[in-house]
Structures are given as C-alpha cells and as structure tokens.
C-alpha cells in the first residue's frame, strides 16, 4: 500500500464525520443569524413605538395639556381630563404605527387588544412621567457659571 491508498482509506473513514461537523456547524450559523435578524427586528419595532409614544405625548402636551392647565383655575387636571388625555395620546400611538405597525407589535409581544392598549397607556404614562422629569430639570436655578476670564493681552504696554 502506497501513500495515495492509504490517504485515500483515511478520507472515506474521516469525511462522513466531517460532513457532520459542517452541517452542524452550518445549523449553528444558521440558528445565530436567524435570532440576530429577529433581535434587530424587535429592536427596530420597539424603537418606533417609543418614538411614537414620546411624539404622541410632547404633541398632547403641547396643544391640550397646556390649554386645559391655563383654562384651569387652580392649574391642575381633574381624573376625567387626564383619562381623557391619556385615551387621545394612546389613540395618537395607533395611529402613528399605523394598521400594520399594530399588527407588527402585538405579534412580536404577543399581546391582543385590550393588553395591547393597556401596554401603549402605561408606555404613555411613562413618556409622561419622563417628560416630567426634564421639565423639572430644565426648569430648576442651574448651577452658577464661572466668572469668564478676560483675555490677556499679548504684550504689554505702557501706561
């Protein structure tokens, strides 16, 4: 038996089991790119619905909720308003995501009508409370600036 038998004998017994490795290590790749692409997808659906909750909300705070607070007496929103506010912002997400968009979500969460419109009003409810927040630190005294030093003169003169 010369080389060429025997590298040949040692081929046919080892290249079923490489065969094997491949498709094995084919599957894996296969596996990973299939939860990256849906990863990438839920990621992408998750930030549209929150860039349409944050514009619902700002566009609802800047035309209503700032007209119902002036209107007011005391400045504040009654249970009913703010029910009323919340509906219109959950409404304004639905239609920001449109038909397909709505679909698109509740399949990826895996949330029907009713839980679906319960998730989009606490999403609100948190855009809300965020919102609040920058107010509250764009709106408080912001720390003192230092004093601007004045420019030096480049050289001196006489007095």
């Given at each position: ?6 590298a ?45 909750v ?34 219109a ?71």
């Amino acid at each position: 038996m010369d080389f060429t038998d025997v590298a040949l004998t040692a081929l046919q017994v080892v290249s079923p089991v490489l065969v094997a490795a491949l498709t094995w290590a084919a599957a894996k790749l296969a596996t990973f790119i299939r939860s990256k692409v849906d990863n990438e997808y839920l990621r992408g659906v998750l930030v549209r619905l929150d860039d349409a909750v944050v514009t619902a909300v700002k566009d609802l705070q800047q035309t209503v909720v700032a007209e119902i607070k002036a209107a007011s007496a005391d400045g504040k929103i009654s249970e009913a308003e703010k029910r009323r506010i919340k509906d219109a912002a959950v409404a304004n997400v639905r239609s920001y995501l449109g038909a397909k968009g709505i679909r698109v979500l509740a399949e990826v969460l895996g949330l029907s009508g009713g839980a679906l419109d319960s998730f989009l009003g606490s999403k609100v409810e948190a855009a809300v409370h965020d919102l609040r927040l920058t107010e509250r630190a764009v709106s408080a005294d912001p720390a003192p600036k230092p004093a601007a030093e004045s420019p030096r003169p480049l050289a001196s003169t006489p007095a």
